[in-house]
């Protein structure tokens, strides 16, 4: 190789070459990898981003500015009452406020949270019309007893308050006032909670107020009366002219499917028995069987003061 200046040529392209020789197919694949993935977390970064804006852009067109529509304009949000849950309930139980963005309500969430806290809602239906409308449709429970008898002393009187519990046995706080009328279910060892189902023989004794309520048994009307499972054997009811009626049967305690034939004779007969006009007054009718019902003459009961 023939010198330049005095100086020998230094053979970079053919260092290049050599250097690069040296990269395995390993390494050239990692190399690759690395470059790949680059790419891949820059288009990541970038639909992100993107994704943000449409986000927020999407988010805008959710607000509610005027929930209620008392500025004449559009209304997108509607809402169902009920004789004891009203818009106001509604509209403060899911966050319903002017400006609020419908897009950042779980309104699944709330609608579990709204039926485990509020027993008296039997069912919340949500309807979402995208982007800013939405219709809530509540629908509560129809009380068809009172449980949970609570009693105390006022003055000279005594004042009486309770739960309610519907036809599915589910026990809710209800307006003791539009309550009053219906049939009492005493003698519990302890109260059911609100929210949760009667169990045991008080379930017996709803299938009792059922049963009753139906116009075939109109002799035995419930209203106002009251039906105890205090004692061990019979279940008691109570009538609103002063017969006691004790009823019994072997399967009392099996679920309604099963005692329900056995339950509905037995009222057939008690029912006949009291209808038949002979035992005029305070009268005990006690069917501890299928075929017979035994009749007694009792004395008036004492009576107390309610106070309201």
């Known amino acids: 190789m023939k010198k330049v200046n005095g100086k020998k040529p230094q053979r970079l392209h053919t260092a290049q070459k050599a250097a690069g020789s040296k990269l395995t197919p390993s390494g050239r694949r990692k190399i690759k990898l690395a470059l790949s993935l680059a790419a891949f977390l820059c288009a990541l970064a970038a639909a992100t981003v993107a994704y943000r804006k449409m986000r927020r852009v999407w988010e805008d067109q959710c607000v509610v500015e005027d929930v209620k529509g008392e500025s004449g304009g559009r209304r997108t949000v509607t809402v169902s009452a009920t004789p004891h ?85 589910v026990v809710f706080l209800y307006n003791l006032g539009d309550s009053a009328h219906l049939p009492l279910i005493t003698g519990e060892t302890s109260p059911t909670p609100q929210g949760e189902k009667l169990s045991g023989r008080l379930v017996t004794a709803l299938a009792v107020v059922e049963r009753l309520a139906r116009l075939e048994y109109a002799p035995l009307s419930l209203e106002e009366s009251e039906i105890s499972v205090a004692d061990g054997t019979y279940l008691t009811i109570s009538l609103s002219d002063h017969k006691l009626v004790k009823i019994s049967w072997r399967l009392i305690d099996q679920p309604d499917g099963v005692n329900g034939p056995n339950l509905e004779h037995i009222l057939g007969n008690v029912r006949d028995a009291v209808a038949s006009k002979l035992y005029d007054g305070p009268y005990s009718f006690t069917a501890s069987n299928l075929d017979q019902v035994a009749v007694e003459q009792t004395a008036m009961p004492a009576e107390e003061v309610s106070v309201q």
Do not use: H
């Open 85 to 169: 849950i009203s818009e106001e309930n509604v509209f403060e139980w899911f966050g319903l406020t002017n400006g609020c963005n419908l897009a950042k309500i779980d309104f699944d969430g709330m609608r579990k949270t709204v039926m485990r806290e509020r027993p008296i809602v039997r069912d919340v239906q949500i309807t979402r019309r995208l982007p800013d409308g939405v219709d809530i449709v509540l629908s509560e429970r129809i009380p068809v007893a009172r449980v949970n008898i609570r009693r105390r002393r006022v003055g000279k009187g005594v004042r009486t308050t309770w739960d309610a519990v519907d036809a599915e046995g």
